[in-house]
Nanobody
Framework: QVQLVESGGGLVPPGGSLRLSCAAS????????IGWFRQAPGKEREGVSC????????YYADSVKGRFTISRDNVKNTVYLQMNSLKPEDTAVYYC????????????????WGQGTQVTVSS
């Protein structure tokens, strides 16, 4: 069964850090670009970051640039999102998704989605 499972969310004060993980089962991530998305209550889903299958190409939304870092470990079949200097406006459910794409990455057209993990930034 093809599955993506996010973990690492939680409650953190402003300025804190979290590392989200996206683990794949039932398929190998080697052939997939991976994206991280978030959706806050009452807002549309936003593409936060993505990484190409090789890891050579990454993208960050302006709202997280310089604070978030995406990385992947194809041996562990896992992609990570390191989030530093968190702000209350980063509060959302974070999803990872896989896109069967030979090169690059983008924030639409994904094939598989995880169930999401809640990130809450609050004092």
């Amino acid at each position: 069964q093809v599955q993506l499972v996010e973990s690492g969310g939680g409650l953190v004060p402003p300025g804190g850090s979290l590392r989200l993980s996206c683990a794949a089962s039932g398929f190998t991530l080697d052939y997939y670009a991976i994206g991280w998305f978030r959706q806050a209550p009452g807002k549309e889903r936003e593409g936060v970051s993505c990484i190409s299958r090789s890891g050579a190409i990454t993208y960050y939304a302006d709202s997280v640039k310089g604070r978030f870092t995406i990385s992947r470990d194809n041996v562990k079949n896992t992609v990570y999102l390191q989030m530093n200097s968190l702000k209350p406006e980063d509060t959302a459910v974070y999803y990872c998704a896989a896109d069967y794409r030979p090169m690059g990455c983008q924030t639409n057209g994904y094939d598989y989605w995880g169930q999401g993990t809640q990130v809450t930034v609050s004092s």
